[in-house]
């Protein structure tokens, strides 16, 4: 198995946040993290590769490929971070240098997690990276900065910095919550083709099933910080028996079904 997480268990300011969360993910497997504000599933994300904000204490297993997460020494957790486990976060702004340029920031990426890669090949590699996110022009686009891009370009551009050492392993963190839906399902579909080209696993953070469907075949489902339901999506879908995922699926009927709605 690729990623193991037993018993995790988040507290902060006093506050328990995640409650004896477990999950697997298998190589090549796409897992969705759902739920509402407040769940946890964006604090799971961040335990996973070491990011959980100063104060708080965590207890319990997160095992990547054999190896604990949890504890880890910060040295040898960046080594891991983007060469093996790449993450997407809900706002690009972010994960984006607003003084660099995006090819610049892509080039650097590369040459971070694998020394020995020159400037010249690094930026050759940053613009074919621009290329696979499907930027348009990527020759000159790379040569823009953060600002200068739309939000769907800056999503693509924060993708393809996650993905341009080949990690086996990706996270998103809500990666199209602010967007519109027209771009969202662009992005989904960039995300779906990816992990496929690539041979990843997937854990996909979100509070909407309509958009979870189109990425993920496993899903876990959170709330106060606790598991209440877990199982194919397929089956999430049809038979839920949680209130809560029962909530989140009417959510997503009425947002599929809706003027100007992901269908």
Same mark, same amino acid.
């Given at each position: ?45 961040? @335990? $996973? ?5 100063? #104060?708080?204490?965590?207890?319990? &297993?997160? !095992?990547?490929?054999? /190896? ?26 972010? @994960? $984006? ?5 995006? #090819?610049?920031?892509?080039?650097? &990426?590369? !040459?971070?997690?694998? /020394? ?34 739309? #939000? ?46 690539? #041979? ?64």
């Amino acid at each position: 198995m690729s990623l193991d997480v037993r018993g995790l268990t988040i507290d902060i300011a006093g506050r328990r946040v995640v409650d004896d969360v477990s999950f697997v993910v298998d190589p090549g497997a796409r897992m969705g993290l759902i739920g509402e504000s407040g769940s946890g599933k964006s604090l799971t994300s961040l @335990a $996973l590769l070491g990011l959980l904000p100063d #104060g708080a204490t965590v207890s319990g &297993s997160v !095992r990547w490929e054999g /190896r604990e997460i949890l504890g880890m020494p910060e040295r040898r957790l960046a080594g891991i971070r983007g060469d093996e486990i790449g993450m997407v976060f809900q706002e690009p702004q972010t @994960a $984006l240098n607003p003084i660099r340029t995006v #090819g610049r920031q892509i080039a650097e &990426s590369i !040459r971070i997690h694998q /020394r020995g890669v020159s400037r010249r090949d690094a930026w050759a590699r940053a613009i074919e990276e621009a290329r696979r996110v499907r930027l348009p022009d990527p020759e000159r686009l790379v040569r823009r900065y953060p600002h200068q891009l739309s #939000g769907g370009q800056r999503q693509r551009v924060a993708i393809a910095m996650a993905l341009a050492c080949r990690p086996r392993l990706l996270i998103a963190d809500e990666p199209t919550t602010a967007l519109d839906v027209t771009i969202q399902a662009e992005i989904l579909d960039l995300l779906a083709q990816l992990v496929d080209d690539d #041979g990843m696993s997937l854990v996909f953070i979100t509070h909407d099933l309509a958009v979870l469907s189109q990425v993920a075949d496993d899903a876990v489902v959170l709330d106060g910080g606790r598991v209440v339901e877990r199982g194919l999506l397929a089956t999430l879908l049809t038979s839920p028996t949680s209130p809560v995922t029962q909530g989140l699926l009417r959510d997503a009927t009425a947002t599929l079904w809706k003027p100007g709605g992901t269908r």
